[in-house]
């Protein structure tokens, strides 16, 4: 939380990346890794991160919420004619 309070997105990667690396059966340790991993602008990689979080039985609903951040801004980093709207 220090790093994304600093405005530091890549150290709150590096930070939340060990984290889940101590820990990989963490469901805040993994929720930080993705949050984090959007925060840098790995849309991509957070909506994978998103997506193995809500297969896990009784997953906080405001997950959904975060993996349509992260797909919505991955879209709009393409150009116009380029964008799939299909999930």
């Known amino acids: 939380r220090c790093y994304e309070q600093l405005g530091e ?3 709150r990667l590096r930070a939340a990346s060990q ?12 929720t930080a890794y993705a949050a ?3 925060a840098a602008g790995y849309y991509a ?3 994978d991160e998103w997506r193995r ?7 906080p609903t405001r997950l959904w919420v975060e993996l349509g951040q992260a797909l919505l801004k991955q879209q709009l980093r393409k150009p116009e ?3 799939q709207w299909t999930e």
């Open 53 to 59: 979080l809500l297969a896990q039985p009784g997953a």
């Open 45 to 47: 990689e957070a909506a």
């Open 19 to 30: 984290a889940m690396r101590l820990n990989p059966g963490s469901t805040p340790a993994r």
């Open 36 to 38: 984090a991993l959007q």
């Open 9 to 11: 997105p890549e150290r």
């Open 81 to 83: 004619d380029q964008r």
